[in-house]
């Protein structure tokens, strides 16, 4: 296996704004360039003024709060040292592009801005693993990715993806958009590069039979190993032996108006010290895993009610009621599955688990405008203390 980490030179920032993943992206991109003395820290709001100046003025993509030539453009512009020279790359096919990511991202170091969720949201890829090394005449066979996300607002995530996951989850499909990059798979790179494609393994996620709570842990600790994670620093801990897995929990995949019987799902299953707990006596979870090996199709919901904490940028988050909706559901839909709102104290916030960003998405308070706060999965009840994490808008 040929990794290529630069998670450790690439801090994560939370968007400040619903529409602003493309401005944390750059922030992200231009905070993380290889040679420390380089890196420069700009506001979230300077790079949003600076990539508007350079959005495309084709009236078809006047909808864009952060397109490719603007996110491009900006990344130009931050007074970069010689050399470095970002460039936009739009194309049809999704290994074509993923070869010149990885290809120049192992040739030159620098993290790669990516539109992922057909075009509705702007991340940073930050490293990756593939059977052989990326380079020129090869094809590699990629077996896992890592990004750094700007969701959940004003905290980010880091998150790896298996190829599968990252195929049929977050790169599922080209730009959905129309204008200019329509039908195509976009990033911005650091430097251009010559033809060339990456494989990608696919699995068939939807089954017959449901796994095991036991199972899908026996799985996430299977790809624990295998992608070798105890390595990075953000894991270390797995290493641990006080470190236990908790109890698996159940999710629908919930975007799209999909059949019931091709409805994917997946396990969340958290890790943490056998020896933590929060004050109410729930187990401490420190990093999470999922499993998406196979689906029990045509029956009634099948989450897990079990609750858990999680310990994420210095605070207690407890996981009141895992949420198995997509990002387009309406609060009717919210209301008719999960109206009953927790109980809550200063330290606990509802968690979202929908397949949005594939991470975890936080709720705070409702905000009109570009949340678009009438489609947003809130019940009227707890609507004045949601807010979206995931924007519906570009």
């Given amino acids: 296996m040929y990794t290529n980490d630069l998670s450790a030179n690439v801090l994560v920032y939370g968007q400040k704004k619903c529409n602003w993943c493309g401005a944390a992206s750059a922030q992200m991109t231009r905070n993380g360039y290889p040679n420390p003395a380089d890196r420069i820290w700009y506001s979230q709001l300077d790079l949003w003024n600076t990539i508007q100046l350079h959005n495309s003025t084709v009236p078809a993509d006047a909808p864009w709060a952060t397109d490719p030539h603007g996110l491009t453009g900006c990344l130009q512009s931050l007074n970069n040292p010689a050399g470095v020279d970002w460039e936009e790359f739009a194309k049809p096919s999704a290994n074509a592009l993923l070869f010149e990511i990885l290809y120049w991202m192992d040739r030159r170091s620098y993290p790669t801005p990516t539109l992922i969720n057909r075009g509705g949201h702007w991340v940073v890829i930050v490293g990756y693993v593939t059977d052989v090394q990326p380079v020129s005449g090869s094809h590699p066979a990629l077996q896992a990715i890592t990004i750094n996300d700007p ?211 936080r709720f705070t308070s409702i905000k009109q405008g570009n949340c678009m706060a009438n489609s947003c999965p809130a019940s009227p009840e707890i609507r004045s203390e949601l807010e979206p994490s995931v924007c519906l808008r570009r």
């Avoid at 990002?327 to 999960?338: F, G, L």
């Fill in 151 to 361: 969701e959940p607002h004003n905290v980010g995530t880091t998150s790896t993806f298996s190829a599968a996951q990252w195929s049929a989850g977050p790169w599922n499909g080209s730009v959905m958009y129309s204008g200019t990059w329509l039908n195509k798979y976009v990033a911005v790179i650091e430097p251009p590069i010559q033809a060339g494609s990456v494989e990608m393994p696919s699995v068939r996620r939807t089954g017959e039979t449901l796994l095991s709570p036991p199972q899908a842990a026996g799985f996430a600790n299977r790809w624990i190993r295998q992608f070798e994670l105890v390595r990075k620093p953000k894991y270390a801990f797995l290493a641990d032996e006080r470190t236990v897995a908790g109890p698996p929990l159940l999710v629908q995949e919930g975007i799209g108006p999909r059949p019931l019987a091709e409805t994917p799902y997946y396990y969340i299953v958290p890790f943490g010290f056998s020896h933590d707990f929060a004050e109410g006596g729930s187990q401490l979870t420190r990093v999470w895993s999922w499993s998406t090996r196979s689906t029990e199709p045509l029956k009634k919901s099948r989450l897990s009610a079990s609750p858990f904490v999680i310990f994420h940028d210095g605070k207690l988050w407890r996981l009141s009621r895992p949420c198995c909706i997509g990002i387009t559901a309406s609060s009717k839909t919210w209301k008719r599955r999960y109206a009953s709102s927790p109980a809550r104290s200063p330290t606990s916030v509802p968690i979202h688990f929908g397949r949005s960003n594939c991470a975890i998405a």
